[in-house]
Nanobody, 123 residues
Framework: QVQLVESGGGLVQAGGSLRLSCAASGRTFSRYHDMAWFRQAPGKEREFVASINWSGIYTYYSDSVKGRFTISRDTDKNIMYIQMSNLKPEDTAVYYC???????????????WGQGTQVTVSS
């Protein structure tokens, strides 16, 4: 099993910044797992935000966050981060971390999910 715990969410004004963390643990978690962030706003489908390969060398972003968000990971501590800057009201959502065998933008490619952390951006 793999356990994922997100933290760092909260309320921020437009233009502000937040850093989310995702701590991974469990018997079957491997440093060779790829990881990703997704988000889901009320009434909308889960949306890909960013992904990172196991080594941290390769990163991918959705067009909506490219240039504003930065994904990273500490492979020794099994923690993934996303630094979010210049936040906009449309970034408001529950943010989920996910673990799987690829860096795909398709949520079905990820086997394990965290419980999510709320990010609210006020205008």
């Amino acid at each position: 099993q793999v356990q994922l715990v997100e933290s760092g969410g909260g309320l921020v004004q437009a233009g502000g910044s937040l850093r989310l963390s995702c701590a991974a643990s469990g018997r079957t978690f491997s440093r060779y797992h790829d990881m990703a962030w997704f988000r889901q706003a009320p009434g909308k489908e889960r949306e890909f935000v960013a992904s990172i390969n196991w080594s941290g060398i390769y990163t991918y972003y959705s067009d909506s966050v490219k240039g504003r968000f930065t994904i990273s990971r500490d492979t020794d501590k099994n923690i993934m981060y996303i630094q979010m800057s210049n936040l906009k009201p449309e970034d408001t959502a529950v943010y989920y971390c996910a673990v799987g065998g690829s860096t795909s933008s398709n949520p079905n490619q990820y086997q394990y999910w965290g419980q999510g952390t709320q990010v609210t951006v006020s205008s």
